[in-house]
């Protein structure tokens, strides 16, 4: 804060010694007073100036977010179905059958063959004259030699029983009791409560110190002076 002073001051006292040539000097006593003056103090004034001011500003406003929700629900469920089933099982068949068959007989068979053989004999003529050893004397002859001979017969049909397995199915009712899961999809709309910021005015109040006309007033100041008397003497 400043403050203006106007201030009416009396006239000032000069104290001096006047300085003579002549005679004594005068003399000069002075003494402690103090002298009251009045004065204008000023002090500015101030005021507070209020004005409404736009701002833009983000608001929170609610929001919604809606979707839709499939979910899959199953349900078991127990039922009783009547069901044939069948089995075959195998038994055994007597059944005649023609079979073939041969006989394998053997034949007595003879054969003269012709052969020749030989033997050792001394040897005599001019031919066989200061040889040394045997020689051989060989001839034929007829032998009869008797064999074998495996013989076929002719293939004969001959009745045979044999076994063979024959399927014989056997079926009966039988009541079952079967699980089953069924399924659906189910939609549900489920919402969802969201924050959104939005655009906004508000007014808010501006405080403003504004200068204004000063604020005057009369006050008394004493002030420390001192009163001075001349008095006339010798000099010396």
């Not at 006292?13 to 003056?37: H, Q, V």
């Not at 063959?113 to 051989?136: L, N």
């Not at 399927?167 to 969802?192: A, M, N, S, Y």
């Not at 655009?199 to 005057?216: F, M, N, R, T, Y």
């Amino acid at each position: 804060m400043q403050a203006f002073y106007i201030l009416a001051f009396l006239p000032a006292l000069i104290l001096a010694e006047a300085d003579s040539g002549y005679g004594y000097a005068p003399k000069f006593y002075c003494r402690d007073t103090n002298t009251s003056i009045y004065a204008e103090v000023c002090v500015p004034g101030f005021t507070n100036e209020v004005k409404p001011v736009e701002l833009d500003v983000k608001k929170a406003a609610d929001d919604e977010y809606c979707y839709t929700q499939t979910k899959t629900e199953c349900e078991e469920t127990t039922k009783n179905v009547e069901r044939e089933i069948c089995t075959y099982n195998y038994v055994e068949k007597k059944e005649t059958l023609s079979a073939t068959t041969t006989q394998v007989t053997y034949e007595e068979k003879s054969e003269t063959m012709k052969v020749t053989t030989c033997k050792p004999s001394a040897g005599y003529g001019p031919e066989h004259y200061g040889s040394k050893g045997e020689h051989q004397y060989c001839h034929e002859e007829y032998q009869t030699q008797e064999y074998r001979v495996p013989k076929v017969d002719t293939p004969v049909d001959v009745p045979v029983e044999v076994s063979v397995p024959e399927p014989v199915k056997e079926c009966f009712k039988k009541t079952l009791e079967i699980t089953e899961v069924v399924c659906k999809d189910v939609e549900e709309r489920k919402c969802i409560s969201l924050t959104k910021l939005e655009e906004a005015k508000e007014s808010v109040d501006q405080s403003e110190v504004i200068l204004g006309d000063p604020d005057c007033k009369q006050v008394t100041l004493t002030l420390p002076t001192q009163a001075c008397s001349k008095q006339h003497g010798y000099g010396h």
